[in-house]
């Protein structure tokens, strides 16, 4: 695949043998957030897609797992408004999937917060962050949280990565990070950890299964299981 630079983004070229290539270069810029730090937890790799049916606020609509069928992987991303470490991404987000969406790839983001402590994560929110950064996929809202409990998803941002074979289900190869930057270290956000993934899946090869997790705010979960 050839390589994709501009002055805030960078994916990596990839052969069809190596899959993972060589570290990036780094460009210095501070910034200092405090916020919680979670990591993604272990979910078995080959583990199928859970179901989902949710609305994206944007538009009304109802989108559900059976919506991708038809392609070849599907990444799911647990994300929100507020957080810091997603908004580190934002943009380069958009930059990733609009790559890789015309390659052939489904994405869906989720929004599972509670809007009881956190209402900046709300749907009237969520359908403004869409529209401001021009998601090119759809962002739903998930009241229960119960896909994201389906998920075993703890943190945000939390990136799934399922290929298809076939007619048989999604299957879950790749469970990690975005790259190594984060909003308070000095690392240029590349893209590089995901990209490479979807790359070995594309070209129909292996992804490695040694994956670093991701690193976020924590989900906020309902109190007492209130909705």
């Known amino acids: 695949m050839a390589s994709v630079t501009s002055s805030a983004f960078l994916l990596p070229s990839v052969s069809h043998n190596k899959c993972w290539s060589s570290a990036l270069r780094r460009n210095p810029k501070k910034l200092i957030v405090r916020a919680a730090r979670t990591e993604s937890k272990g979910v078995s790799l080959g583990s199928r897609a859970p179901h989902f049916e949710l609305e994206e606020p944007l538009s009304g609509n109802m989108w559900k797992l059976d919506d991708f069928e038809s392609y070849p992987a599907l990444l799911v991303m647990f994300i929100c408004n507020h957080c810091p470490f997603v908004k580190h991404l934002k943009k380069d987000i958009v930059k990733l999937t609009n790559l890789y969406m015309k390659k052939g790839l489904g994405v869906v983001a989720i929004s599972s917060n509670s809007i009881v402590t956190h209402p900046q994560d709300g749907p009237v929110f969520m359908a403004e962050d869409a529209r401001t950064f021009n998601y090119p996929f759809p962002y739903l809202y998930d009241p229960s949280q119960d896909v994201a409990r389906a998920y075993g998803a703890v943190c945000t941002p939390e990136f799934y990565l399922f290929k298809k074979d076939g007619r048989r289900p999604f299957e879950l190869v790749y469970h990690g990070q975005f790259d190594d930057s984060r909003p308070s270290n000095n690392v240029t956000v590349?893209?590089?950890?995901l990209s490479l993934a979807i790359d070995c899946v594309l070209s129909g090869?292996?992804?490695?299964?040694?994956?670093?997790?991701?690193?976020?705010?924590?989900?906020?979960?309902?109190?007492?299981?209130?909705?």
Do not use: E, L
């Open 190 to 193: 590349t893209g590089r950890d």
């Open 205 to 227: 090869q292996p992804v490695p299964p040694n994956q670093k997790p991701s690193v976020g705010c924590s989900i906020k979960w309902h109190a007492d299981g209130k909705v």
